[in-house]
């Protein structure tokens, strides 16, 4: 039954889901070549030969306006003058020329072009300028850009080759992407040799437009690529990369080199690519926290590629090693603990199996030497015992080439123990030509071969990490229920108050108020403008007590003799005002004395840790944790993290650090408060992300024991008061969006909250599942899904913990009057499409829930959603028979359009 169409226009139709918009650089159908010549040794020549000597399905066509034709085919003027237009146009012309050729291409209906040519900010302010000239006429006609100063782009399995290298990769299943031309070329180079294909190869140069967000967008869609390889100089958008990264990481491995680590080799990066570097530190949180693997070496990019490809990832990161020699285990064991892995405590019913087959000199440890004379069925019989210990994760068997060993029978005995699960299994076959057919076998056979025991190990280490990044990304954490008391406007009145008065430091009075607001303990401060009140406050306070700087203007007390301990007497408070305002006087001017602060002298046992944000300069905030105290910047134990913060992502920041051993308890010492530590973390990356006027803050010391947490002093640095709202840095990860945080009360009069998901709904969203009927379920999802498939925590793990710069799902939760508890009784979410500028959306309500306006009123706040996202139209896809939907699209304004024959009617709403 075809449903009415209401409210339509008779030529309306509904435009399907577009082509991804970058499409047009892996498969064009005719490429203009600007700049193709037919001068030997140069680059428009050697990109056009390319183009035409790998066939991809279309047209390509020089643009030369010297010449009537190039390497014999016809040449055109311009753009404009080309017989059909060109979907792709790649640009080898001298820099000053291509802002102009970019508006001519968008005008001529060009929808991507790669720029070849250098001379942009790699140059300086002039390049700069004329770089942001190319971009905003791209954006113009809406037409994106890869480059410039690149090397061009290969799609080996289409067959496009956009480049001026040597050739056309071999087609594969790794996608490469680089910001060094050259690199590129070599890489392709050592390819051919080692017979590594690639479904897509990218020089990405200055990213003007087309960025790694993009690229690994499109390539995490791409079926035909199963892993993303990027060398890195600079991360550029790095809200884009870690967005993206983020959702791709989860099913395809991303494996990032980044160059730059030293201060030195930063410089040449910037130099090369005239972006920042930023901290090095700070990328690795940032890759952390999105679930990139990065590797220290082009090597270990292509190993971990395949590695990954061919084994499962250890679910920790203890390994067994099996040999038949000591000194290569030893290599193995030595990069296994260098690199933070662990050799696995093998189990005593292990070792008692092991000693029923074993040699009598067998090592009797892990390693497990199984002596040099190890037959293949010896070998066998070792690995499928490690395999079997409860402690093992992973296992590495090594062999080197000894008179009596066969390397070729031995990795046909290892065969059968290629897939163990979820323990993976590496080999290292050492030597040369005597190991190569056992090589050949094991590779084959889905076991990764190396040369060498230690490169093995090393493997095995960022396989766990790669392990490690992505559990961040689907623990479920725990809500805690006191990060909604935050008393912002306080805040933001001591904040406003000082930058009124030209102040950028708060004093340490009013750091603590900070602090206090966001529910974070602090100690008793009372400020003391004379001596006498310091007598007096310390009186009421009681001895001993600590008397510090009370000043506007420093910051770092120590350093001018600010701080005074124990003090356990009126004549020792008396001493110390004098003391502390002496010394700051000689050493600054007494005009940054403006009294002093009396607390209590705390005297718990307990660990000194500092907890921080200061400003990167890519990534904005950036939150700290580490061991505290007068020495931090000696010891420099510390983690960094991007905020916001959950209880798991807080939790993951300290294990970082070296402190978190000691504060799980040590040497008879209580734990401290580890489920308190992790909640205040939560608070204070919610300070930081609500409260954008602080350009640095920290708690130094917060005294962590296990009968509390308080911060014993603080300080805040807030930006100048020349800066406007808009320069302010931006966060890398879109926090909570509050803002669609509103009440709803139905037909009935029962209250509901209507509201952004969060990561610690999976519970809620499993017994919300447990509600619908098959019925609902299949109009919703237009399949069948099962209890289990619906709930699996790999599912709701995607549904629950999303970004917010793609996707918003509002939940309805209601309190359920018979049990108090909270649930959820309806979900909706409208989520962009990567590379277009519109949304989907979809609703679900508990059928217990239906038919009070509840779905109405959730489609009406996705709409507003949309609106503020800047979404251009919101699509969806109703079941041809799901008429009650339909009957609401309508009525809130959609567009319906169905088609004989398809199980669903398109509905679509311009916003």
């Given at each position: 039954?075809?449903?009415?169409?209401?409210?339509?226009?008779?030529?309306?139709?509904?435009r399907r889901p577009?082509?991804?918009?970058?499409?047009?650089?892996?498969?064009?159908?005719?490429?203009?070549?600007?700049?193709?010549?037919?001068?030997?040794?140069?680059?428009?020549?050697?990109?056009?030969?390319?183009?035409?000597s790998?066939?991809?399905g279309?047209?390509?066509?020089?643009?030369?306006p010297k010449?009537?034709?190039?390497?014999?085919?016809?040449?055109?003027?311009?753009?404009?003058?080309?017989?059909?237009?060109?979907?792709?146009?790649?640009?080898?012309?001298?820099?000053k020329?291509?802002?102009g050729?970019?508006?001519?291409?968008?005008?001529?209906?060009v929808?991507?072009?790669?720029v070849?040519?250098?001379?942009?900010?790699?140059?300086?302010?002039?390049?700069?300028?004329?770089?942001?000239?190319l971009?905003?006429?791209?954006?113009?006609?809406?037409?994106?850009?890869?480059?410039?100063n690149c090397l061009?782009?290969?799609?080996?399995?289409?067959?496009?080759?956009?480049?001026?290298?040597?050739?056309?990769?071999?087609?594969?299943?790794?996608?490469?992407?680089?910001?060094?031309?050259?690199?590129?070329?070599a890489?392709l180079?050592?390819?051919?040799?080692?017979?590594?294909?690639?479904?897509?190869?990218?020089?990405?140069?200055?990213?003007?437009?087309?960025?790694?967000?993009?690229?690994?967008?499109?390539?995490?869609?791409?079926?035909?690529?199963?892993s993303?390889?990027?060398?890195?100089?600079?991360?550029?958008?790095?809200?884009?990369?870690?967005?993206?990264?983020?959702?791709?990481?989860?099913?395809?491995?991303?494996?990032?080199i980044?160059?730059?680590?030293?201060?030195a080799?930063?410089?040449?990066?910037?130099?090369?690519?005239?972006?920042?570097?930023?901290?090095?530190?700070?990328?690795?949180?940032?890759?952390?926290?999105?679930?990139?693997?990065?590797?220290?070496?082009i090597a270990?990019?292509?190993?971990?590629?395949?590695?990954?490809?061919?084994?499962?990832?250890?679910?920790?990161p203890?390994?067994t090693?099996?040999?038949?020699?000591?000194?290569?285990?030893?290599?193995?064991?030595?990069?296994?603990?260098?690199?933070?892995?662990e050799?696995?405590?093998?189990?005593?019913?292990?070792?008692?199996?092991?000693?029923?087959?074993?040699?009598?000199?067998?090592?009797?440890?892990?390693?497990?030497?199984?002596?040099?004379?190890?037959?293949?069925?010896?070998?066998?019989?070792?690995?499928?015992?490690?395999?079997?210990?409860?402690?093992?994760?992973?296992?590495?068997?090594?062999?080197?080439?000894?008179?009596?060993?066969?390397?070729?029978q031995?990795?046909e005995?290892?065969?059968?123990?290629?897939n163990?699960?979820?323990?993976?299994?590496?080999?290292?076959?050492?030597?040369?030509p005597f190991?190569?057919?056992?090589?050949?076998?094991?590779n084959a056979?889905?076991?990764?071969?190396?040369?060498?025991?230690?490169?093995?190990?090393?493997?095995?280490?960022?396989?766990?990490?790669?392990?490690?990044?992505?559990?961040?990304?689907?623990?479920?954490?725990?809500?805690?229920?006191?990060?909604?008391?935050?008393?912002?406007?306080?805040?933001?009145?001591?904040?406003?108050?000082?930058?009124?008065s030209?102040?950028?430091?708060?004093?340490?009075?009013?750091?603590?108020?900070?602090?206090?607001?966001?529910?974070?303990?602090?100690?008793?401060?009372?400020?003391?403008?004379?001596?006498?009140?310091?007598?007096q406050?310390?009186?009421?306070?009681?001895?001993?007590?600590?008397?510090?700087?009370?000043?506007?203007?420093i910051?770092?007390?120590?350093?001018?003799?600010?701080v005074?301990?124990?003090?356990?007497?009126?004549a020792?408070?008396?001493?110390?005002?004098?003391?502390?305002?002496?010394?700051?006087?000689?050493?600054?001017?007494?005009?940054?004395?403006?009294?002093?602060?009396?607390?209590p002298?705390?005297?718990?046992?307990?660990?000194?840790?500092?907890?921080?944000?200061?400003?990167?300069?890519?990534?904005?905030?950036?939150l700290?944790?580490?061991?505290?105290?007068?020495?931090?910047?000696?010891?420099?134990?510390?983690?960094?993290?991007?905020?916001?913060?959950?209880?798991?992502l807080?939790r993951?920041?300290?294990e970082?650090?070296?402190?978190?051993?000691?504060l799980?308890?040590?040497?008879?010492?209580?734990?401290?408060?580890?489920?308190?530590l992790?909640?205040?973390?939560?608070?204070?990356?919610?300070?930081?992300?609500?409260?954008?006027?602080?350009?640095?803050?920290?708690?130094?010391?917060?005294?962590?024991?296990?009968?509390r947490?308080?911060?014993?002093d603080?300080?805040?640095?807030?930006?100048?008061?020349?800066?406007?709202?808009?320069?302010?840095?931006?966060?890398?990860?879109?926090?909570?969006?509050?803002?669609?945080?509103?009440?709803?009360?139905?037909?009935?009069?029962?209250?509901?909250?209507?509201?952004?998901?969060?990561?610690?709904?999976?519970p809620?969203?499993?017994?919300?599942?447990?509600?619908?009927?098959?019925?609902?379920v299949?109009?919703?999802?237009?399949?069948?899904?099962?209890?289990s498939?619906?709930?699996?925590?790999?599912?709701?793990?995607?549904?629950?913990?999303?970004?917010?710069?793609?996707?918003?799902?509002?939940v309805?939760?209601?309190?359920?009057?018979?049990?108090?508890?909270?649930?959820?009784?309806?979900?909706?979410?409208?989520q962009?499409?990567?590379?277009?500028?519109?949304?989907?959306?979809?609703?679900?309500?508990?059928?217990?829930?239906?038919?009070?306006?509840?779905?109405?009123?959730?489609?009406?706040?996705?709409?507003?959603?949309?609106r503020?996202?800047?979404?251009?139209?919101?699509?969806?896809?109703?079941?041809?028979?799901?008429?009650?939907?339909?009957?609401l699209?309508?009525?809130?304004?959609?567009?319906?359009?169905?088609?004989?024959?398809?199980?669903?009617?398109?509905?679509?709403?311009?916003?």
């Amino acid at each position: 039954m075809k449903p009415a169409i209401t409210g339509a226009k008779k030529d309306f139709k509904i435009r399907r889901p577009e082509e991804h918009p970058l499409d047009v650089f892996f498969k064009p159908k005719a490429i203009a070549v600007i700049g193709a010549t037919e001068n030997p040794g140069t680059v428009g020549r050697t990109t056009l030969w390319n183009l035409i000597s790998t066939p991809f399905g279309g047209t390509v066509y020089p643009v030369n306006p010297k010449r009537p034709s190039v390497l014999g085919i016809k040449a055109y003027p311009s753009v404009a003058a080309l017989p059909e237009p060109a979907d792709l146009a790649v640009i080898i012309t001298p820099p000053k020329s291509i802002p102009g050729i970019i508006d001519e291409c968008g005008q001529n209906g060009v929808k991507g072009a790669i720029v070849i040519s250098a001379g942009f900010k790699e140059l300086g302010p002039s390049g700069a300028a004329l770089e942001q000239q190319l971009l905003e006429n791209a954006r113009k006609h809406n037409l994106r850009v890869v480059g410039p100063n690149c090397l061009g782009l290969m799609c080996p399995p289409t067959g496009v080759n956009a480049t001026f290298a040597r050739g056309i990769a071999r087609p594969g299943n790794v996608a490469f992407i680089s910001q060094s031309g050259a690199l590129c070329t070599a890489v392709l180079d050592w390819s051919f040799k080692e017979q590594v294909g690639f479904s897509a190869f990218v020089s990405i140069g200055s990213m003007v437009d087309v960025n790694w967000g993009d690229l690994i967008d499109y390539l995490g869609s791409d079926p035909r690529t199963r892993s993303i390889l990027i060398y890195m100089e600079s991360i550029g958008d790095a809200r884009a990369f870690l967005s993206s990264a983020r959702e791709v990481a989860l099913v395809k491995p991303i494996i990032v080199i980044k160059a730059g680590r030293t201060a030195a080799g930063g410089k040449a990066a910037a130099s090369h690519t005239g972006s920042l570097t930023g901290s090095d530190d700070v990328l690795d949180a940032a890759f952390r926290r999105s679930g990139v693997l990065r590797v220290n070496s082009i090597a270990d990019l292509f190993y971990m590629a395949e590695v990954l490809a061919k084994q499962p990832r250890p679910k920790g990161p203890r390994l067994t090693i099996v040999t038949n020699a000591g000194g290569p285990a030893v290599l193995a064991t030595d990069a296994l603990i260098m690199e933070n892995g662990e050799l696995t405590e093998l189990t005593p019913a292990t070792m008692e199996v092991y000693n029923q087959f074993l040699p009598p000199t067998w090592s009797h440890n892990n390693p497990v030497d199984v002596i040099g004379d190890a037959t293949p069925e010896r070998y066998a019989k070792a690995l499928e015992v490690a395999s079997k210990d409860p402690n093992s994760d992973g296992m590495l068997v090594v062999l080197t080439p000894q008179d009596m060993t066969d390397p070729t029978q031995t990795a046909e005995h290892l065969r059968p123990y290629a897939n163990l699960g979820d323990k993976p299994v590496l080999a290292s076959w050492m030597g040369g030509p005597f190991v190569a057919a056992g090589e050949d076998i094991l590779n084959a056979s889905g076991i990764p071969t190396f040369l060498f025991p230690d490169t093995a190990a090393r493997a095995f280490v960022y396989m766990w990490r790669n392990t490690y990044n992505l559990r961040g990304l689907y623990e479920t954490p725990i809500f805690h229920r006191d990060q909604g008391l935050a008393d912002r406007e306080r805040v933001a009145g001591i904040i406003d108050a000082a930058r009124k008065s030209g102040r950028t430091i708060l004093t340490e009075f009013e750091s603590k108020e900070v602090l206090a607001a966001y529910q974070i303990p602090t100690v008793l401060t009372r400020v003391a403008r004379t001596e006498d009140e310091a007598v007096q406050f310390a009186g009421e306070i009681g001895y001993p007590v600590v008397l510090k700087l009370f000043s506007e203007t420093i910051t770092h007390k120590t350093d001018v003799g600010g701080v005074l301990l124990n003090l356990k007497d009126e004549a020792a408070v008396r001493n110390a005002w004098r003391s502390i305002s002496g010394s700051v006087a000689a050493k600054v001017g007494a005009e940054h004395f403006q009294g002093v602060t009396v607390q209590p002298m705390i005297k718990l046992e307990g660990y000194e840790v500092i907890v921080g944000s200061s400003i990167d300069p890519q990534f904005g905030p950036v939150l700290l944790f580490g061991l505290g105290g007068q020495l931090v910047e000696v010891f420099k134990d510390r983690a960094l993290a991007l905020p916001p913060l959950n209880s798991t992502l807080a939790r993951r920041m300290m294990e970082q650090t070296k402190i978190y051993t000691a504060l799980k308890g040590v040497r008879g010492r209580k734990p401290v408060d580890l489920a308190g530590l992790e909640a205040l973390l939560v608070r204070f990356s919610q300070l930081v992300v609500e409260q954008p006027w602080i350009k640095e803050i920290d708690i130094n010391p917060l005294l962590a024991s296990p009968e509390r947490l308080v911060a014993l002093d603080a300080r805040v640095v807030l930006h100048s008061p020349e800066t406007t709202e808009d320069q302010l840095p931006k966060l890398a990860i879109r926090p909570y969006p509050d803002q669609y945080v509103a009440p709803w009360t139905d037909k009935k009069g029962d209250e509901y909250c209507i509201r952004p998901i969060r990561p610690e709904d999976e519970p809620l969203m499993v017994k919300f599942h447990e509600t619908l009927s098959e019925r609902t379920v299949y109009q919703r999802y237009l399949q069948t899904l099962n209890l289990s498939q619906r709930t699996s925590h790999e599912r709701l793990t995607r549904i629950c913990f999303i970004d917010y710069d793609r996707q918003i799902s509002l939940v309805a939760e209601r309190k359920n009057p018979e049990t108090g508890a909270n649930e959820i009784v309806g979900v909706g979410r409208v989520q962009k499409i990567p590379g277009a500028d519109y949304g989907e959306f979809a609703v679900v309500i508990s059928d217990a829930f239906q038919g009070r306006g509840l779905g109405s009123e959730l489609v009406r706040r996705l709409l507003e959603v949309g609106r503020a996202e800047k979404l251009s139209k919101i699509h969806g896809s109703v079941l041809a028979d799901n008429f009650v939907m339909q009957r609401l699209c309508e009525k809130l304004g959609f567009r319906l359009e169905a088609t004989a024959g398809e199980p669903t009617v398109e509905v679509e709403l311009p916003l």
